[in-house]
């Protein structure tokens, strides 16, 4: 054996085998004769020549391009704690050395504390890890060291709180990598507690402080002013101290009632109301905030709150590039739990409606409210029709089917309706209805910047539903004739199928709608973009709902004939005739469209002068292929059968203008485009109480003026004036403005 190897090879196990059986019960020193190879490894890299590399067959470019540095301060986490002068410090170590204390805390510690943990929780939210955010306070490691019950309430409130977090999250799954993260590190969430058990805890420190502060208000005024500064100061120690303990208890009860729990029985107004007080105590915490000590400087000159290590749980990290934690200071804090209560107020509150429809509508809305993950996850719980019991689902989707376009199949009026075949049919549909529409829902509970990716991938799901919903149509069609030769000529076309396309149009009027909020449009590629939102999407769009409005119309006609055989009545006819002419289930999503629409083609027709009058700059034609551009941008409506894709050659045909007897100039065009802004004015003033409509109505106003000043043709007014598409007001469609 070669004396230079080692007595015992070194294992990545701190602990050799043979301790562990033979010597279990007789610990002694563990001994490692390490041989230092470094000379050795040189010599052998001196003999080989320039540009050879030794390789291990699995060890991939992909590896070494991904690799780290081990112990190099600039790449290796673990490094991090290493530079510090201070001694990092454990719960246990910070005890006996009293760095930190177990009773006799003032009202101002208290409030430190607890306002520094609340900001790690909304730094966890934010997507860091739990061992950097929330576990860097010591004493959520040991609560049960805790002499003090206030602090002690409050940290099982807090491990309960984030315990319900995740579970919630988990129980959504709309979240990803950057969103959050569930690793847990074998931390301790006060399982052998209950959450009744937590909150009762709190409600009895909340009493504790009710007496404080009562026995407080009770003593006898003293004539010294500062006697009573020091009695106010203290009884505003208490009731902010009070006032995080109820805010704690009242996020957890709350949240403990969102979802399939043993407390979830409660109904949503008491729900609401927790959130309600949530907010009212908040108010009181902000007055409360300045009462905050000071944080103390470690030798690193870094700032820390006492109770709070920073690097306390650095080598539970993996061994990555290092990430310096940003948690949110405590006057952000209040302002994050503000937007919170307000979100988790509308889900509570219940979507514009009771409809499948409107909780679609709301939840689509929700989505683009930049919320938080557990917003978003809640949210999710609430409304996914997968939660409602039983058939509750599958008769939601009959509802709006019925709602939308009235189908004669789902009439009971209709004598062919109970047959099996029909009802087998009209079934099969309805349940595969129901899975598309959940990832539907799932979709819109995802971040905004993911929903567009899975917005594309979901689209294939709606593509089936469509085809296989006309095909039902085509069948009960043909039952119906079978069942009736002899009667009126009836169809059952464009029916299921025209549910599930207008579906599939807004799913792909919001891809293409998202790619503006999230900016990844250039100005030179905005024409195209526009004019296929217009051509395309927003006309199919108008024509369905035109359609389904006159379905809804003949089924109204068909029940009043069929009263009026029973009755007789020809004055309730006519007042049924005044009400539907009056309450058109599709007239303002069809003036909205026809808003839409105008604002497109104003916005694509201002769009090619600009670019014809050099107003905005385009890419050298020798490095640019506009083909590639614009099939990249509609990759996912390849898969979508109606509205049929058009291509980059159908485009430029159907855009050519060289076949026209007179080229537009761009004057011409500005003209043409005044008058589509001058359409899309009267549209949003037909529908003065909706928030988006006026944002649209000050896009058109402000458009119309532009385009109207440059149709007159080139001034010294606007021919050196540069062109801004300012995307601020509405998320679609931008205001034009001429800038220096």
């Known amino acids: 054996m070669d004396d230079n190897l080692p007595a015992e090879t070194p294992s990545c196990s701190p602990v050799p085998s043979q301790y562990l059986e033979e010597n279990c019960f007789n610990p002694t020193p563990l001994v490692y004769n390490w041989v230092d190879v470094t000379e050795s490894f040189k010599e052998a890299c001196n003999t080989l020549e320039s540009g050879v590399l030794v390789k291990e067959q699995n060890f991939t470019l992909y590896e070494a391009m991904s690799a780290i540095e081990m112990m190099d301060p600039k790449m290796d986490s673990w ?30 510690e208290l409030i430190l504390m607890m306002d520094h943990c609340h900001g790690c929780i909304l730094s966890w939210l934010d997507g860091q890890s739990l061992a950097q955010t929330v576990f860097t306070f010591l004493y959520l490691h040991e609560p049960t060291e805790i002499k003090s019950r206030c602090l002690k309430a409050f940290c099982f409130g807090v491990l309960k709180l984030c315990d319900t977090i995740m579970e919630k999250i988990d129980k959504a799954r709309v979240f990803e990598e950057e969103d959050f993260q569930l690793l847990r590190y074998r931390f301790k969430f006060a399982c052998e507690l209950s959450t009744t058990r937590v909150i009762g805890m709190m409600r009895e420190v909340e009493d504790e402080y009710g007496r404080l502060i009562r026995s407080t208000k009770s003593k006898p005024q003293s004539a010294n002013a500062d006697s009573d500064d020091e009695v106010n100061k203290l009884l505003a120690g208490y009731d902010g101290v009070l006032r995080r303990i109820k805010f704690l208890r009242l996020f957890l009860q709350s949240l403990t009632c969102f979802g399939g729990s043993k407390m979830s029985d409660l109904p949503a107004q008491n729900i609401s109301k927790g959130f309600v007080q949530m907010a009212e105590n908040l108010k009181i915490m902000k007055k409360t905030a300045p009462l905050h000590v000071d944080t103390t400087k470690s030798d690193d000159n870094q700032s820390l709150v006492p109770g709070f290590e920073p690097l306390l749980n650095q080598r539970l990290l993996p061994p990555t590039f290092p990430r310096y934690t940003k948690l949110h200071s405590i006057s952000d804090m209040y302002d994050i739990y503000e937007g919170i209560i307000e979100r988790l107020l509308l889900i509570t509150s219940g979507a514009q409606g009771n409809s499948f429809q409107g909780i679609l509508n709301f939840v689509t809305q929700f989505s683009r409210s930049n919320s938080c993950v557990l917003t978003r996850s809640l949210a999710q719980i609430h409304f996914t029709p997968a939660r409602l019991p039983g058939n509750q689902a599958v008769d939601a989707i009959r509802d709006s089917l019925k709602a939308f376009n009235a189908p004669p199949c789902l009439s009971i009026r209709n004598a062919f309706y109970l047959q099996p075949n029909v009802k087998l049919c009209v079934e099969t549909f309805l349940s595969q209805a129901l899975m598309a529409m959940v990832k539907v829902f799932q979709v819109y509970g995802h971040n905004y910047a993911r929903q567009r990716e899975k917005l594309a991938m979901i689209l294939e799901s709606l593509t089936v539903l469509q085809e296989y919903g006309d095909r039902c149509d085509a069948e009960i069609s043909e039952m119906m004739k079978r069942f009736d030769p002899e009667g009126e000529p009836v169809n059952h076309l464009a029916y299921l199928g025209g549910w599930s396309l207008y579906h599939t149009l807004k799913i792909m009027i919001e891809y293409v709608t998202s790619g503006f909020v999230l900016k990844l449009y250039s100005n030179h590629e905005l024409h195209y973009i526009y004019w296929y939102l217009s051509e395309v999407l927003l006309n199919w769009l108008l024509q369905t709902l035109n359609r389904a409005d006159s379905q809804l119309l003949y089924d109204e006609n068909m029940n009043e004939q069929a009263e009026l055989r029973k009755t007789r009545s020809n004055k309730k006819s006519k007042r049924n005739k005044k009400k539907t002419v009056r309450d058109r289930e599709h007239a303002r999503e069809i003036t909205v469209t026809q808003a839409w629409l105008a604002l497109g083609w104003g ?54 203008t060289t076949n026209c007897q007179k080229q537009p100039s761009p004057e011409d065009l500005y003209l043409s485009s005044s008058r589509h802004f001058a359409a899309a004015k009267t549209y949003c003033e037909s529908v003065p109480d909706c928030q988006d409509m006026q944002k649209l109505l000050l896009v058109a106003k402000t458009n119309l003026v532009v385009t109207k000043i440059l149709s007159g043709g080139p001034s010294p007014l606007t021919e050196k004036k540069k062109i801004n598409l300012d995307f601020s007001t509405h998320r679609a469609f931008p205001i034009i403005k001429m800038t220096q």
């Open 79 to 108: 490094m991090i704690g290493q530079k510090v002068k201070r001694k990092i410090l454990s719960f246990v170590d910070s005890i006996e050395q009293g760095v930190i204390q177990l009773d006799d805390f003032t009202s101002d």
């Open 603 to 656: 916005t694509f027709k201002a769009i090619l002068g600009f670019t014809m009058a050099g107003k905005l700059s385009c890419p050298d034609m020798h490095f640019d292929n506009e083909s590639i551009r614009y099939e990249h941008r509609f990759a996912p409506f390849y898969c979508v059968t109606t509205p049929p894709y058009l291509t980059y050659k159908q485009y430029r045909v159907m855009t050519d």
